[in-house]
């Protein structure tokens, strides 16, 4: 079992930053990576930003450049630094672990 706790969320106008946290805990060497997907209202839920056990990184297309996912194995966080936020990057965002999902922050951008 994997447990998965973010932070970080709240409102910011656009062109700001937010930087989320997800603090890990259990067997979540077992799963190699860990990541951040997002559901913005009215839309499925998407693919923000993965991080494996080597910290190589990907991003969606649409954050490359904007978002940084970071790792620290010793303390089982990941975080997202969000900057240059974008009223389209309203959603909440949710951190991945194998099959286990945390329970969300909510992210809002104001134009």
């Known amino acids: 079992q994997v447990q998965l706790v973010e932070s970080g969320g709240g409102m910011v106008q656009a062109g700001g930053s937010l930087r989320l946290s997800c603090a890990a805990s259990?067997?979540?060497?077992?799963?190699?990576?860990m990541g951040w997907y997002r559901q913005a209202p009215g839309k499925e839920r998407e693919f923000v930003a993965r991080?494996?056990?080597?910290?190589?990184?990907y991003y969606a297309d649409s954050v490359k450049g904007r978002f940084t996912i970071s790792g620290d194995n010793a303390k089982n966080t990941v975080y997202l630094q969000m900057n240059s936020l974008k009223p389209e990057d309203t959603a909440i965002y949710y951190c991945?672990?194998?099959?286990?999902w945390g329970q969300g922050t909510q992210v809002t951008v104001s134009s």
């Open positions: 991080i494996t056990s080597s910290y190589y990184t």
């Open positions: 259990g067997r979540i060497v077992s799963y190699g990576s």
């Open positions: 991945v672990n194998g099959p286990f």
